[in-house]
């Protein structure tokens, strides 16, 4: 009973920005880690961004430098700033959340359901 909802993706030109965003509802404690996955066609999905609440972040060696991961955990969101897009970057962007139900309880993966982005002129 736990959902997460993407939203923010869209078409931009080469060089332009989105931000991404992902807010999870349901039976929630906490919530661990958030992260952002991406798939292209025809292309394995892919870790993106990942973030430990209070904690490490993680980046693709590809988006470094351009992407900006963050939590707000008092929402249960997490966001994806994406600055000097390229083409390469059009893909199908998942949120991923790792959610503890219950206090002392152990925590669960969720996926939510994508959003695409393109870039393109």
């Known amino acids: 009973q736990v959902q997460l909802v993407e939203s923010g993706g869209g078409l931009v030109q080469p060089g332009g920005s989105l931000r991404l965003s992902c807010a999870a509802s349901?039976?929630?404690?906490?919530?661990?880690?958030m992260a952002w996955y991406r798939q292209a066609p025809g292309k394995q999905r892919e870790l993106v961004a990942r973030?430990?609440?209070?904690?490490?972040?993680n980046y693709a060696d590809s988006v470094k430098g351009r992407f900006t991961i963050s939590m707000d955990n008092a929402k249960n969101t997490v966001f994806l700033q994406m600055n000097s897009l390229k083409p390469e970057d059009t893909a199908v962007y998942y949120c991923?959340?790792?959610?503890?139900?219950?206090?002392?309880?152990?925590?669960?993966?969720?996926w939510g359901q994508g959003t695409q982005v393109t870039v393109s002129s």
């Open positions: 991923n959340a790792d959610v503890r139900r219950q206090i002392l309880a152990p925590w669960t993966t969720y």
């Open positions: 349901g039976s929630i404690f906490s919530i661990p880690a």
């Open positions: 973030k430990i609440s209070g904690g490490n972040l």
